[in-house]
């Protein structure tokens, strides 16, 4: 089967449901942002994107039948700036936490019923499960849809790269725990933000956690072979691994990992300079 990573074409995946690629491929939206349409008699639309004239065309064009909810994973700004303007040209009921204020969140999205965590929402025909997962972002949530067992991540989990964490909302001792929690939950698929469909789900999760681990090992080890070091100093050894025009972002991701490990009173801070704890 392929299927296809272009933008503008609405591709079935499984029963019920199809998806979009919004045009806005890059250095951090891979291909671009995965737009879902749930449902056939009546629509929900999950992750409807970034502000982007020709996928808001794209998204309606597909749609025969009724958009009556409009969910969002979080609100960075390639996921949720849609969902307001889907609202008013449709009627649509919007799905989400509200955006933290960290001057990295698209605004304009306003939900009209905030999922508890577990809650089961009925969208016409299709029923899913709200998921808190706060760490990528504090409001992130994934979305279980169990007759397919297939969880709709956003940006928690992707296929191929590991989420960026970026403080002070992005949390990577929340992440771990959301990680973690996932387990609880059964299925075997991964629809993500970004990136084809990630079929050995919790393997994934295994290999994020692993992932996430090792690095926060990688950091240790940097922090006592250098003595004390500032983020900028840290961030090229710890990052070795990673093309230089992505060290801005992983930065920050070592910012979290730096903030979750003196939480866990392995490392300290002072003056900007930080080090291993007990070294
Ligand atoms: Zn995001």
Redesign the pocket.
């Known amino acids: 089967m392929n299927l296809r990573l272009t933008p503008g074409e609405a591709v079935p995946l499984t029963a019920g449901v199809r998806r979009i690629v919004a045009p806005n491929a890059g250095l951090m939206t891979g291909p671009g942002t995965n737009t879902y349409l749930l449902g056939t008699r009546e629509i929900a639309v999950l992750d409807p994107g970034p502000n982007d004239a020709a996928h808001l065309q794209a998204i309606l064009r597909a749609c025969e039948a009724p958009i009556r909810w409009v969910a969002v994973t ?1 609100t ?1 700004a ?2 949720s700036p849609l969902a307001r303007i889907l609202a008013e040209r449709t009627g649509a009921r919007l799905i989400g936490l509200a955006p933290p204020a960290d001057g990295r969140q698209d605004e304009t999205f306003v939900p009209e019923h905030l999922p508890a965590d577990g809650e089961r929402l009925q969208l016409g025909g299709v029923a899913v499960t709200a998921i808190r997962t706060p760490g ?2 504090s409001n992130c949530l994934c979305y279980l849809l169990e007759s397919e067992r297939l969880l709709f991540t956003g ?1 928690h989990v992707l296929e191929g790269v590991s989420p960026v964490i970026l403080p002070p909302d992005g949390d990577m001792s929340a992440y771990m725990q959301s990680l973690e929690k996932l387990h609880a939950y059964d299925f075997e698929r991964i629809a993500p933000g970004h990136g084809s469909v990630i079929e050995d789900a919790k393997r994934a999760l295994d290999m994020l956690k692993r992932h996430r681990l090792a690095r926060e090992s990688k950091v240790l080890n940097a922090l006592r072979r250098m003595g004390a070091a500032t983020l900028d100093r840290l961030t090229p050894a710890v990052y070795d691994d990673v093309p230089a025009e992505r060290h801005s972002w992983a930065r920050l991701t070592l910012e979290a990992h730096l903030i979750k490990l003196a939480r866990d009173g392995r490392v300290i801070v002072y003056e900007g300079s930080w080090r291993v704890l007990g070294a």
């Open positions: 979080h960075h390639d996921h990528h972002a940006d």
